[in-house]
């Protein structure tokens, strides 16, 4: 590759999950001109990646997202690699009823043809034996074992391979002087750079968006992106609990809930699988997340904590009530497919899309960035990228599943949650 092109200026929007594994990966090959562009310092504040925790799993019904996730998790559990410590091999049950079961299924289907063991059914006699402290019902679950999931400290993630690439030479600029607020273009329309909130303009030879849920308000993704708000709140277990739950794998059922084994600290998290959009009406008619950083007195929506608290009592019901020491709205950008957008912009030249993680991206921290550079440098494998195509108007196909069939709710219909909601930017 020629020096000229690896010192050519490169601007991300964006210092989640997507913009770091970029700017790391485009350090690890030899570019020198990065910038990152964030509201926030590292770990961005509301990023979806910047929390205590998230999964990492293989169980997926695309083969590609397997083969991802497995050589993801080959890197996260190197006991000597970049976040050695991080990764705690907790395993999990996968819950299902009639509607979720076909993606567990297909997920079956894809883990044995590639030579990974799948997930079983387990009854709830065997879980109550294997895992005494939960000690509910299981009503209504159809319970599948999995010893090949882990959880890893998702925010230290990020702050390492942010830290990694600032050692390479790449250069985060936050606050005003990083909070993007308009794309610029020539007479052209070629995407020529950013300008952000204290009139600062950044110019390159390529703008990459990964501005996550909150893409939408720098660029027109003709509906691809939908922002979608996953509930989530943290209690703290004495020690005497910490030693009581500590053993247990995490817990998903893909209609209810996912709850995550204590941290040392004791710090248990749940989170709500009946997500919340933001179609406020002064957003144009598109959902953006409602960032607490702009609503300090947001908590959780009631309807919203009350079905998790409720679904709880069917797993844990000994925690359904506890009172939480933390609660969030964590914000991704979904797709109506679950593959994610990583592509060239059909019509802006130079603009380069890094979005859509769909509440299952952050695993693929490790190795992401590796084919989002692939995409930049024209050498993504024709395969995958025609599934992270640019596509509006995509749907699930007859064979993806949907993991999480609850249909969305949106904020504003729901009690205290009115038209006052704005966009982040």
Same mark, same amino acid.
């Given at each position: 590759?020629a020096?000229?092109?690896?010192?050519?200026?490169?601007?991300?929007?964006?210092?989640?999950?997507?913009g770091?594994?970029?700017?790391?990966?485009?350090?690890?090959?030899g570019?020198?001109?990065?910038?990152?562009?964030?509201?926030?310092?590292v770990?961005?504040?509301?990023?979806?990646?910047?929390?205590?925790?998230?999964?990492?799993?293989?169980?997926?019904?695309?083969?590609?997202?397997?083969?991802?996730?497995?050589?993801?998790?080959?890197?996260w559990?190197d006991?000597?690699?970049?976040?050695?410590?991080?990764?705690?091999?907790?395993?999990?049950?996968?819950?299902?009823?009639?509607?979720s079961t076909?993606?567990v299924?297909?997920?079956?289907?894809?883990?044995?043809?590639?030579?990974?063991?799948?997930p079983?059914?387990?009854?709830?006699?065997e879980?109550?034996?294997?895992?005494?402290?939960m000690?509910?019902?299981?009503?209504?679950?159809?319970?599948?074992?999995?010893?090949?999931a882990?959880?890893?400290n998702?925010?230290?993630?990020?702050v390492?391979?942010?830290?990694?690439?600032?050692?390479? *030479?790449?250069?985060?600029?936050? #606050?005003t002087?990083?909070?993007?607020? @308009? /794309?610029?273009y $020539? %007479?052209?329309?070629?995407?020529?750079?950013v300008?952000?909130?204290?009139?600062?303009?950044?110019f390159?030879?390529?703008?990459?968006l990964?501005?996550?849920?909150?893409?939408?308000?720098?660029?027109?993704?003709? *509906?691809?992106?939908?922002?979608? #708000?996953?509930?989530v709140g943290?209690? @703290? /277990?004495t020690? $005497? %609990?910490?030693?009581?739950?500590k053993?247990?794998?995490?817990?998903?059922?893909?209609?209810?809930?996912?709850?995550?084994?204590?941290?040392?600290?004791g710090?248990?998290?749940?989170?709500?699988?009946?997500?919340?959009?933001?179609y406020?009406?002064?957003?144009?008619?598109?959902?953006?997340?409602r960032?607490?950083? $702009?609503?300090?007195k947001?908590?959780?929506?009631?309807?919203?904590?009350a079905?998790?608290?409720?679904?709880?009592e069917?797993?844990?019901?000994?925690?359904?009530?506890?009172e939480?020491?933390?609660?969030?709205i964590?914000?991704?950008?979904?797709?109506?497919?679950?593959?994610?957008?990583?592509t060239?912009?059909?019509t802006?030249?130079?603009?380069?899309?890094?979005?859509?993680?769909?509440?299952?991206g952050?695993?693929?921290l490790p190795?992401?960035?590796k084919?989002?550079?692939?995409?930049?440098?024209?050498?993504l494998d024709?395969?995958?990228?025609?599934?992270?195509k640019?596509?509006?108007?995509?749907?699930?196909?007859d064979?993806?599943?949907?993991?999480?069939?609850e249909?969305?709710?949106?904020?504003?219909?729901?009690?205290?949650?009115?038209?006052?909601?704005?966009?982040?930017?």
């Amino acid at each position: 590759m020629a020096s000229s092109q690896l010192s050519s200026p490169i601007i991300i929007i964006g210092g989640g999950t997507f913009g770091t594994t970029t700017a790391f990966h485009l350090a690890k090959k030899g570019y020198t001109n990065v910038t990152v562009l964030d509201r926030f310092p590292v770990p961005s504040l509301e990023a979806a990646g910047n929390d205590i925790n998230k999964v990492v799993r293989t169980e997926y019904p695309e083969p590609l997202y397997t083969k991802l996730a497995s050589d993801a998790r080959d890197i996260w559990r190197d006991p000597n690699g970049l976040f050695a410590g991080l990764y705690n091999p907790s395993g999990w049950i996968i819950g299902a009823t009639d509607r979720s079961t076909p993606f567990v299924e297909a997920s079956i289907k894809s883990a044995k043809g590639l030579g990974v063991d799948p997930p079983r059914l387990v009854p709830t006699d065997e879980i109550h034996q294997q895992w005494p402290a939960m000690n509910g019902g299981f009503q209504g679950w159809k319970s599948y074992w999995s010893p090949n999931a882990a959880w890893v400290n998702a925010r230290e993630g990020i702050v390492r391979m942010a830290r990694e690439a600032m050692k390479a *030479g790449v250069r985060y600029i936050s #606050g005003t002087a990083g909070f993007a607020k @308009q /794309l610029l273009y $020539d %007479e052209n329309q070629t995407c020529v750079g950013v300008k952000c909130a204290d009139g600062t303009a950044y110019f390159g030879s390529q703008i990459v968006l990964a501005a996550g849920a909150a893409a939408g308000s720098l660029l027109d993704l003709e *509906g691809q992106i939908v922002a979608k #708000g996953h509930t989530v709140g943290h209690i @703290q /277990l004495t020690p $005497d %609990e910490v030693e009581k739950y500590k053993s247990i794998p995490i817990l998903d059922h893909l209609e209810g809930g996912i709850l995550f084994p204590p941290q040392e600290d004791g710090i248990m998290k749940i989170g709500a699988c009946h997500f919340v959009t933001n179609y406020a009406k002064s957003l144009n008619g598109i959902s953006l997340p409602r960032y607490r950083s $702009d609503n300090p007195k947001d908590n959780i929506p009631a309807v919203i904590e009350a079905r998790l608290r409720k679904w709880m009592e069917t797993c844990v019901p000994d925690l359904a009530h506890r009172e939480w020491v933390e609660t969030r709205i964590c914000w991704d950008g979904d797709m109506p497919d679950y593959h994610f957008l990583i592509t060239s912009h059909p019509t802006h030249k130079n603009l380069k899309i890094a979005i859509g993680g769909s509440a299952h991206g952050f695993k693929f921290l490790p190795v992401l960035g590796k084919y989002i550079v692939q995409m930049m440098d024209g050498t993504l494998d024709p395969e995958i990228a025609q599934k992270w195509k640019w596509r509006p108007g995509a749907k699930l196909s007859d064979y993806e599943t949907n993991p999480h069939p609850e249909a969305p709710e949106d904020l504003n219909d729901m009690p205290g949650w009115g038209s006052d909601i704005k966009s982040p930017l």
